[in-house]
């Protein structure tokens, strides 16, 4: 189990504390995190494979706590809720306090959540659309600023991004050692996985000048995708997929070009598109 | 660099394709200049392909990465190119990719053609 959770903030008195703990709903201090949300935060744990349980705070009648086991989401709690009811309705809050806990005793603590993590995510954004569908329908006619309504876009797509990386980075495990995914036409760093933007800068200028120079000096153009092999057995692949460039460097020993190509990029593909 | 078995690279590399080899140029990285082209080859492709190998070292040095044997870009159509940097020399190959799998591109050929290459450059 790990222990070494940098964003722990709270261990006090845990060492024989149940998992399945509530916990004191009257003291603020107890959420010190906020201006997160509850989605992001959720990913970032599954991501880094922690035994944690991460407490939500909306007011003092809206609270609970999800439970993780080394990224796996295995229990949600909010009010009377349990399991996947009450994940979703956290899921879905806005402008929370949150405050995360190492979980150092998994006893007793019963797995009510198989849903995949991303899949509950994928579900709330689209209940939450459904629901303000009307209102943000309406609220787009009358915007008179046109970037605001990319903004909107963009954060979505971000969103969705980001949860095909999650999957990547739970299926490849350790073999991925990062990734990032890029707007071709802005230039914008839309997800990334332990990957500075300047090497998606650097790579979009790349594929850039491969693009033109095929374009100018053959009658070809550059299909979907490269592949470099690297030192230290890495391989990276550059992917464009549609209007975005993927940039996926990994271990080619632990994970196989052919098991990237064939089984993990079609799933997160897959999964990108059901997102659509 | 010896010229004979810099042809012989050439030879394995069309035998070892064979209806799937469309072209192929070795030219050295400092200056461009082809030293061994086949019929069909790209020779302007070719010298763009030294200029971007420069700024696929560059690239990944933001990682940091090194670039290892070889790398592999699939162009629009039939087409996809191999390219083998090694030292002073840049081979380029281009094959019909619906007639070569990638895999035994990768895996079969590349592995024979890299050491003859190498064999032919240190000699």
Redesign the interface.
């Known amino acids: 189990m790990k222990k070494d959770f940098k964003l722990i903030i709270d261990n006090e008195g845990l060492e024989n504390q149940s998992a399945t703990d509530g916990g004191n709903r009257d003291e603020l201090q107890r959420w010190p995190l906020f201006g997160l949300s509850v989605g992001s935060f959720l990913q970032v744990i599954a991501m880094e494979r922690q035994t944690c349980m991460m407490e939500v705070y909306l007011d003092a009648d809206h609270w609970g706590h999800f439970c993780f086991v080394e990224g796996e989401l295995y229990d949600a709690v909010s009010g009377a809720q349990g399991g996947e009811k009450a994940a979703m309705e956290m899921i879905s809050w806005e402008n929370v306090r949150l405050n995360i806990k190492q979980i150092l005793n998994t006893t007793g603590l019963v797995r009510r959540i198989d849903k995949n993590l991303m899949l509950l995510l994928m579900e709330s954004t689209r209940l939450r659309d459904e629901v303000s569908d009307g209102e943000d329908q309406q609220e787009l006619d009358v915007a008179e600023d046109l970037e605001d309504r990319e903004v909107v876009v963009d954060d979505a797509d971000r969103g969705k991004l980001s949860a095909c990386l999650s999957i990547m980075v739970k299926d490849m495990g350790d073999a991925l050692t990062a990734a990032n995914i890029v707007d071709l036409a802005k230039g914008k760093v839309l997800a990334s996985y332990h990957a500075a933007p300047e090497a998606a800068e650097a790579f979009l200028r790349l594929t850039k000048f491969l693009k033109s120079a095929f374009r100018d000096n053959t009658q070809a153009e550059l299909g979907d995708y490269l592949i470099l092999d690297l030192k230290n057995q890495e391989t990276l692949v550059l992917l464009m997929i549609g209007e975005q460039q993927w940039c996926i460097v990994f271990n080619n020993v632990k994970c196989s070009l052919g098991l990237l190509r064939n089984v993990v990029m079609p799933k997160v593909i897959r999964t990108y598109n059901e997102m659509q | 660099m010896n010229i004979q078995k810099l042809n012989v690279c050439m030879d394995i590399l069309k035998k070892d394709l064979g209806d799937g080899f469309v072209a192929s140029c070795i030219l050295t990285t400092e200056d461009g200049q082809v030293l061994v082209a086949t019929d069909q080859a790209?020779i302007?492709?070719a010298t763009?392909?030294n200029?971007?190998t420069a700024?696929?070292r560059?690239?990944?040095k933001?990682?940091p990465?090194?670039?290892?044997?070889?790398?592999?870009?699939?162009?629009?159509?039939n087409?996809?190119i191999l390219v083998i940097p090694f030292g002073d020399y840049q081979w380029t190959i281009t094959v019909n990719k619906k007639l070569v799998k990638l895999?035994l591109l990768?895996n079969v050929v590349l592995p024979a053609i890299i050491n003859a290459f190498e064999d032919a450059v240190v000699s």
């Open positions: 790209n302007a492709e763009l392909l200029d971007a700024l696929m560059n690239a990944l933001t990682y990465a090194e670039l290892g044997q070889y790398y592999y870009i699939d162009v629009a159509g087409m996809a895999g990768l």
